[in-house]
């Protein structure tokens, strides 16, 4: 496909489970950003990934959260032991310029739900 | 943190009216941007504004930049049920940093 893809697109996990979210940009696009968007709000950014460079970690909010792009094209956010607080839609984006300097192509999101 | 703040929160206009929505930033920007989400879908893209522009055209959506008084605003003239949404805007610095998000205006056009 041409845009970028996310799955799963809904995900209901029981709280203290593990879950991997994947995002696969589109072809070509250096820069890759997850972001966490509760019910009603803005966009949380988490984390960010720019061509080889080591990631922009800043957004995550524990360290139970991280995430690794493997080849410089997909990546998996893992969260691990969820929380009732980590049920939001997670949106990966990805962009053909570094530092923001370009258009972000989004994905539709994979919603997390903890029970 | 939070570069950009929209306002108003949320606007209901009526169908053919005119919406304006403004986004304040903190810092200095290499370009601003404005995103459009309608419910439980993606963000998509509208219109970027670069650091060294005052005014950009796209159809209906007009953005102005005011990099002195850190702010950008959105217009989007005679608007239709379709229009109903939420609007981030959203500011690049360049450099290593990504995009950093406001916390969006959600508009509702009333037909």
């Known amino acids: 496909g041409a845009g970028v893809s996310q799955s799963p697109s809904n995900k209901v996990t029981e709280k203290g489970k593990d879950v991997e979210l994947r995002c696969d940009p589109i072809?070509?696009?250096?820069?890759l950003y997850w972001y966490r968007q509760s019910l009603g709000q803005g966009l949380e950014f988490l984390i960010y990934?720019?061509?080889?460079?080591?990631?922009?970690k800043s957004g995550l909010p524990s360290d139970r959260f991280s995430a690794e792009r493997t080849g410089g094209s997909v990546s998996t956010l893992t969260i691990q032991r969820t929380q009732q607080e980590d049920s939001a839609v997670y949106l990966c984006?990805?962009?053909?310029?570094?530092?923001?300097?370009?258009?972000?192509?989004f994905g539709e999101g994979s919603r997390l739900t903890v029970l | 943190s939070q570069q950009g703040e929209e306002d108003p929160q949320a606007l209901s206009i009526q169908e053919g009216e005119n919406a304006t929505m403004n986004c304040s930033y903190k810092?200095?920007?290499?370009?601003l941007q404005w995103y459009r989400q309608n419910s439980g879908r993606g963000l998509v893209h509208l219109i970027l504004?670069?650091?060294?522009?005052r005014e950009k055209h796209s159809g209906r959506l007009r953005v102005t930049l005011d990099t002195s008084k850190k702010s950008s605003s959105l217009l989007i003239t005679a608007s239709r049920a379709a229009d109903t949404a939420s609007y981030f805007c959203?500011?690049?610095?360049?450099?290593?940093?990504?995009?950093?998000f406001g916390k969006g205006t959600h508009l509702i056009i009333q037909p």
């Open positions: 984006a990805s962009s053909l310029g570094a530092g923001g300097t370009g258009e972000l192509f």
């Open positions: 072809s070509g696009h250096t820069a």
């Open positions: 990934f720019q061509g080889n460079s080591a990631p922009d």
């Open positions: 810092t200095s920007i290499n370009n």
């Open positions: 504004i670069r650091s060294n522009e």
């Open positions: 959203a500011t690049g610095r360049g450099g290593a940093d990504g995009l950093t």
